[in-house]
C-alpha cells in the first residue's frame, strides 16, 4: 500500500490545494482544495483526463473538490489543479518551500529505494509541457540526406499523439489483433491524416498532435496501399476535421483534396 511522503500545497491566483506525494509517485489532493474554473485548451493527457473525471462525477463543483482524490501523477494533479499543463515536480511544494522535485532529489539512498520517481506519467507530461514551450506555426524545413529530400519529423508530437491514442487504432472499425511492446504499451505507427509531403502547401504546421492519427500495422499498410483507403481516410477526416481547423490547418478543397493526396481521384 503506498504510504504518504511529505506534505504538498500548489496554489497561484485562481487556485490553492494542499495535499500528500505518495510513495507510488501519485498524488493525493485533500477535499476542499480550490481548482482554477476554466482549463485551457492545450490541457490535455493525464490532467485533462481526470479533470474531467472530476467534473462529470459531480466531486468538482464550482471547482471545489469534495472528497479527497488521488491523481495518477504529480504532473496530472498540478494541470488539473492549474487548469493547464504544469510539471508538478517544479509546481508541488513542501513545508519547508521546497520543490517536490528538490525534496526528491534529496531523499536519502534508503529513501530512493522505495521510490519510483519520477513516474512514467510526470515524464509523459514533461513531454507534453515542453512540446508546448517549443511549438511554432513554422512548417517543417525541407533537409537534404544522401541526395534524398525529406522533412525531419517531431518527435513529441508523435509521442503526444501515441500518449492520446488510448492504445487502440483510431479506425474504430479496425478488427486486427493488437499486440503490445516489450514496456506493455500497445504497438502503434504514427500516420499524418495529411501526409507531410505537402506541408508547404499550408501556412501552418501539419507535424502537430492533431494531425497524427496512431494506427494498427495493418490499417497503416492498408490505408497506404489497401482497396479501403477511401474509406478509411474519409473516417478519419471527418473525426479529425474540427481539432484541425483550430490549429487553423483547412482544406479548401475538403475530402476530396485530401484524397487526391493519397492518388486517389475523385
Known sequence: MAYKIVSIVFHGKHFYATGEYLSDGKVLIYKNSQFAKTIHDSL???GRTERLYLENSGLLKNGILSQDYTFSSSSSAASAIAGHNRNGLLEFKTIEGLTLGEYLNGLTKEDKDKEE???EA???DEIIETYYGEITDVPPEEKTRDGVKFYPRNEKAKKIAMMQ???VCALPTCKHPLFKRRSGRTYLEAHHLIPISVCKEFSSNIDIPENIVCLCPSCHREIHHGEEAERMISE????????LEKKNIKLNGGLK???NYY????
Open 236 to 243: 478519419l477526416y471527418d473525426e479529425r476535421k474540427e481539432a
Open 165 to 167: 491514442s488510448g492504445d
Open 263 to 266: 492518388g486517389i481521384k475523385k
Open 44 to 46: 490535455i493527457s493525464g
Open 117 to 119: 520517481v519520477p513516474s
Open 122 to 124: 510526470d515524464k509523459d
Open 257 to 259: 483534396q485530401l484524397l
